[in-house]
């Protein structure tokens, strides 16, 4: 099995640009996460996805921030226009609703860096 | 709001050293807990994970104890070795939260030879 997988690997933009990041949830996980880990912090979510619908997103900046997830399978998180701030490691998880006990599994993650 | 604390920070130890690294959290009403392994610039690889019933788990040189009532889970590291350099993170899922695993902000672990 594949495991979570996440592209790119590694984006380098200029600030005031846009840009998205893709992630591909393990088969048969009906639940996915976007996650923003800073340097030298633990992550921390950003939205939640049950199938399609998104079901916790209180901490995605909506102003620049949006994601989707078509057919509740792939999804996509994007930024535009990107901030220096926004600088960091972006990470997707899945996870199945029916089975919480089971625990996260992980991509590598996308690092971002806004110039 | 439950919140997840790692100590130490930081930790370097010699390679043989058997060690131990602390989590706590503040409600101990969880599913489960999750220890994560994270290299520089990667995403992170689960090493362990325990039930809220369960008390401990072992995969190899790793042991994750989970007492439940005092809001602790350590991870034991035996013989450790280079190769373990990383940062080590806890995180739990509590009923509630609608599966949201909440992080400590890690050690980060140097094995030297």
């Known amino acids: 099995e594949a495991g979570v997988v996440q592209s790119p690997r590694y984006k380098i933009i200029e600030k005031k640009q846009p840009v998205a990041f893709w992630c591909n949830p393990i088969s048969g996980h009906n639940t996915l996460y976007w996650y923003r880990q800073n340097l030298g912090q633990g992550p921390e979510l950003l939205i939640r996805y049950e199938n399609e619908e998104a079901v916790d997103d209180s901490q995605l900046p909506k102003d620049r921030f949006s994601a989707e997830r078509l057919k509740g399978v792939d999804s996509t998180l994007k930024i535009q226009p990107a901030e220096l701030g926004d600088s960091a490691v972006y990470l997707c998880?899945?996870?199945?609703?029916?089975?919480?006990?089971?625990?996260?599994?992980f991509g590598s993650g996308t690092r971002l860096t806004v110039v | 709001k439950q919140e997840v604390t790692q100590i130490p920070a930081a930790l370097s130890v010699p390679e043989g050293e058997n060690l131990v690294l602390n989590c706590s959290f503040t409600d101990s009403a969880i599913y489960n807990l999750q220890w994560f392994r994270q290299d520089p610039g990667k995403g992170l690889t689960s090493l362990l994970l325990i039930q809220s019933s369960q008390r401990e788990q072992t995969s190899g040189r790793l042991n994750a104890s989970l007492d439940k009532s005092s809001g602790r889970s350590t991870l034991y590291i035996a013989a450790s070795q280079p190769g373990d350099s990383a940062t080590y993170l806890c995180a739990v899922i509590a009923p509630g939260g609608g599966n949201k695993l909440t992080f400590g902000t890690g050690t980060q672990l140097k094995v030297e030879l």
């Open positions: 998880a899945s996870s199945s609703l029916t089975s919480p006990g089971d625990g996260y599994t």
